[in-house]
């Protein structure tokens, strides 16, 4: 095999990477949420209400798969020790707009509770840089999540 063969056999299997089903991006999006949520150390009925409504309506899910994704964020948020996989996947897969949303619905799980703690908005703006938004998009996302 020459070198352009394996060249373009390593290519078409990065192609083939890269189509990952739609499960992996919400996975990907709910496990940010459930992680602003969780960067307090504080457990809050109103962090978790938020999360779960911010999960439905940025990935509109139905109850079913709602609750099934939920039990596979809580494993992934467990087990997982970093956030590059679930950024790396919404880099691949989400626009401009689909990565605002996803902020701003961070900000909103991060402002349930009537306090931002210093670690969710470190949290969202690591995020943020993750997935290539401009420092003004993670302002203007603060801004309407508050509203």
């Known amino acids: 095999m ?13 192609a083939m990477e890269k189509e990952l089903p739609e499960a992996d ?19 809050d009925p109103r962090e978790l209400k938020a999360t779960e409504a911010a999960i ?7 109850e079913a798969a709602m609750e099934e994704l939920m039990k ?4 992934a948020v467990t087990e ?8 790396s996947i919404i880099n691949d897969r989400c626009t401009r707009g689909q990565k605002f949303a996803i902020v701003k619905a961070m900000w909103r799980v991060a402002f349930a509770d009537g306090n931002v703690d210093k670690y ?9 840089g993750l997935i290539h938004l401009d420092h003004v998009d993670f302002i203007q996302a603060k801004i309407e999540a508050r509203g």
């Not at 969710?120 to 943020?128: K, M, P, S, T």
Request: net charge negative.
């Open 56 to 62: 439905q309506e940025t990935l509109e899910l139905e």
């Open 2 to 14: 020459g070198v352009l063969d394996r060249l373009q056999n390593m290519l078409s299997n990065e």
């Open 80 to 87: 997982g020790t970093s956030l590059f996989p679930h950024t």
């Open 120 to 128: 969710e908005e470190h949290l969202i703006r690591r995020v943020a």
């Open 25 to 43: 991006l919400n996975l990907a999006c709910a496990a940010l949420l459930v992680e602003v949520a969780r960067a307090d150390y504080a457990e």
């Open 72 to 75: 596979e964020v809580e494993m």
